[in-house]
Every structure is written in structure tokens, then in C-alpha cells.
């Protein structure tokens, strides 16, 4: 199985762009409305259930999400795991002073 790391290595395979970082971006935006609207579709079509075609459309796209994220961080030449190492260090900082579920970001 692929590791983040080397998927965000072999993203690099894949980035027929000219645009570095603003491409990934307004890729990542476009792919996280694609998931939006898989979401609007389980309540809408669906009646709030997630049948097995809607998760594999889901599916699909959180992977396009996926491949934006690991360019744009990429593209910012930052490492994956660092940058989620740094949220997950944020995260449980804020659910150790029982501030995960106020608003900020400095918390």
C-alpha cells in the first residue's frame, strides 16, 4: 500500500500544469464542490442514505481532493506529513483546553 508521503511524491507523475500552486488550488476548490454535491445528492435523491453508488462517487472524488491537496502542498514545497502532523498537534492541543468546538484560529 502507498504511504501520503509517496503519493504526494507521485503527484509529481501527474502535474500536466503550468500554474504550480494556483492550479492545485482552484483544483482543490472545484473537487471539494464535486464531494458537496455527491453530499447534496444523498439527502436530495437519496433520502439520506448512503447507497453504494454514492459512496463510490464519493470515493472518487475525495481521491481527486486528495491528489489537489498533495499538489498544492507540493507545489509550496512543504511535506504532507508534516503539514498533518502540525494539525493533529493543533487538534489535540484544542481538545485538551476544550476549545475544539469554539470558532478562531488562534485557540
Known amino acids: 500500500a502507498m504511504d501520503i508521503q509517496d503519493y504526494q511524491l507521485w503527484t509529481r507523475e501527474t502535474a500536466m500544469y503550468s500554474w504550480p500552486i494556483y492550479y492545485p488550488a482552484l483544483e482543490l476548490a472545484g473537487e471539494v464542490g464535486e464531494v458537496c454535491n455527491q453530499i447534496k445528492k444523498i439527502h436530495r435523491d437519496d ?25 498544492l502542498v507540493d507545489d509550496l514545497n512543504l511535506d504532507i506529513t508534516d503539514v498533518l502532523q502540525y494539525n493533529y498537534v493543533k487538534l489535540t492541543a484544542r481538545v485538551k483546553a476544550g476549545t475544539i468546538k469554539g470558532s478562531g484560529d488562534n485557540r
Open 47 to 71: 433520502g439520506g442514505v448512503v447507497t453504494p453508488e454514492r459512496k463510490a462517487a464519493l470515493s472518487k472524488e475525495l481521491g481527486d481532493v486528495c491528489w489537489a491537496l498533495c499538489r
